[in-house]
């Protein structure tokens, strides 16, 4: 099988993945009806889904770093499909608990075999490669919130279980291009390997502090994704098309900030666009806020572009300075780093629950200050010496 189409396949199972990652933010306030949760408990049911697809995902990532384990994939899918079918089904709060965790160790499964076996597939260009990998991704985490809520509004909380129909797909569709992929990462792991990041002296201070980068980006992020069916909780029961058009702009235009982002760094340099694209966020943040009418549309789509647009990098540039432990360093980022968005989450619902969903959201425009200063700091060359 080409590489062209190897990533295609790759990028739509990783839609496939994200789409159950996308779609339980927007079940939340349906779920918080159901179960009567307060904003903490809602946002901690967030957080156990993103802890199950996080913590784990080194451990994958160890696994796979010491031989492949292309099967990771179609598995992986299955069961994050399972999982967040048999959540509008929890007959109790402890089952909803049980099967959203469970949903999220398919992720944890997926995503470091996903990202080696494109670093693999994609060879010198692994920014752009990880980005259109990544762009599966996006559209699937901006496809899961509006189809949520297409499903839960239409055939209540039981219709959402169709959910699992894209997971399903993709795990057949990964069966018989496992061999291919098994490959190719074979291949890649036995060539000789270079690094833009080669000379970096204190590699585990860098990669901390890209992990701190991309734990402040994920608070915003899923912060955002989560609380803003609840700032438009008037219009989520008279018009829920609006809610999931306003998510749709918000999380769908990673989409073309991830297909911006790859090129960019690899043309600009990784640190460079990191730096940019977070101080974006400021004031980006701020207008998406205070916005009405169009400009809300307008403003989310920015934000939301410029949030996902270092995705892919930080996953290269993590991956350049572990180049022997490509899917550890992908776990590190795309798992135990992202999924700690769920803790931001809690905590904003806590001071939500205390001052209210406006006060809570506007302390998310503190996070990517905090994350520009930091990309100021990273030991990186400013731009790749690829470049």
């Not at 599966?136 to 901006?142: D, I, P, R, S």
């Not at 969903?357 to 990273?378: E, R």
Request: hydrophobic share 55%; proline share 7%; charged share 10%.
């Amino acid at each position: 099988m080409s590489s062209p189409f190897l990533l295609l396949i790759l990028s739509f199972g990783h839609m496939a993945n994200d789409i159950a990652q996308g779609a339980l933010p927007a079940m939340l306030p349906f779920l918080k009806e159901r179960f009567d949760l307060s904003y903490a408990a809602a946002g901690a049911l967030l957080m156990a889904a993103h802890l199950t697809s996080s913590v784990i995902q080194p451990l994958f990532g160890y696994l796979t770093d010491r031989r492949p384990f292309p099967i990771l994939l179609p598995l992986g899918c299955a069961v994050s499909g399972v999982g967040i079918a048999l959540v509008p089904l929890s007959p109790s709060f402890g089952w909803l608990v049980a099967f959203v965790m469970f949903s999220g160790l398919g992720t944890s499964a997926f995503h470091p075999e996903g990202f080696k076996a494109t670093a693999c597939i994609a060879s010198e260009r692994r920014a752009t490669g990880m980005s259109f990998f990544s762009v599966g991704g996006n559209l699937g985490f901006a496809i899961g919130s509006p189809a949520a809520i297409f499903l839960l509004s239409r055939y209540g909380l039981p219709g959402a279980s169709g959910l699992l129909l894209p997971a399903a797909v993709a795990a057949l569709l990964f069966l018989p291009a496992l061999p291919a992929i098994r490959s190719r990462i074979e291949s890649a792991s036995s060539a000789p390997r270079t690094s833009a990041m080669s000379g970096v002296e204190h590699p585990l201070y860098a990669v901390s502090l890209i992990i701190l980068i991309v734990v402040l980006r994920s608070w915003s992020q899923l912060g955002l994704a989560t609380y803003i069916p609840f700032l438009y909780r008037a219009q989520l029961s008279s018009d829920p098309a609006y809610v999931a058009t306003l998510l749709f702009f918000f999380l769908g235009s990673g989409t073309v900030g991830t297909v911006l982002g790859g090129p960019l760094a690899d043309r600009f340099g990784h640190r460079r666009l990191l730096f940019f694209s977070t101080a974006l966020q400021i004031p980006l943040i701020f207008l998406f806020l205070r916005s009405s009418g169009w400009m809300v549309f307008a403003s989310a789509a920015l934000l939301g572009g410029a949030i996902v647009s270092t995705f892919s990098v930080t996953i290269v540039m993590a991956q350049e300075l572990f180049p022997k432990r490509m899917a550890t360093a992908s776990g590190a980022i795309a798992g135990f780093a992202i999924g700690t968005g769920g803790v931001g989450v809690t905590l904003i619902g806590a001071v939500a629950d205390r001052f209210g969903v406006p006060v809570a959201t506007n302390l998310i425009n503190v996070l990517p200050v905090i994350g520009a200063l930091l990309a100021l700091l990273l030991p990186l060359p400013w731009k790749s010496s690829r470049s």
